[in-house]
């Protein structure tokens, strides 16, 4: 484990950006599940993936910054979904003017599959809707069906 004054040493410099968004303290095997989400493949600015970074809190931790973006409401809540210890910072002229823990809502819509094969959203063009019943890790239920589900079972809309 390494010390913070360690840490600091080992840190490389990456450029900053000016404006857009930087997500910091996700898990290290969640970071590629996160680029996807955001789909910066597709990006025309810059965007910075780093994974298996040294973190105090995790161990190692991975950390995406976009340049140039927002995101939305489904982004974050697809994010906290896979990676519930994330923080979320805005980026305006090369300072951070808000920082947060990414945090599901008590409902989310849309954001993910049920996974119960007879339920009305897997049969019928319905939006699907859950309920958060529990933190960490989170267990959604299905407001149509009632089936609740772990971590495991989501499947990304």
Do not use: W
Not at 74 to 94: C, F, G, M, R, W
Not at 119 to 147: A, D, H, I, M, S
Request: proline share 4%; with cysteine.
């Amino acid at each position: 484990m390494m010390t913070q004054d360690a840490e600091k040493r080992a840190q490389l410099n990456v450029t900053a950006i000016e404006n857009g968004t930087v997500i910091d303290h996700i898990d290290s095997e969640s970071t590629f599940q996160v680029a996807s989400i955001l789909q910066v493949e597709s990006e025309d600015d810059v965007v910075l993936v780093g994974m298996n970074l040294p973190s105090g809190k995790l161990g190692t931790k991975g950390i995406i910054k976009v340049a140039n973006r927002q995101l939305t409401a489904e982004e974050v809540n697809k994010i906290a979904l896979v990676a519930p210890h994330a923080t979320l910072n805005i980026i305006k002229d090369y300072e951070v003017v808000s920082k947060s823990a990414i945090e599901l809502p008590d409902r989310i819509q849309g954001t993910v599959r049920c996974f119960n094969p007879t339920c009305v959203t897997n049969k019928q063009p319905v939006e699907t809707r859950f309920e958060v019943t529990e933190g960490e890790p989170p267990v959604l239920r299905c407001l149509y069906c009632e089936k609740s589900m772990t971590a495991e079972d989501v499947v990304l809309a």
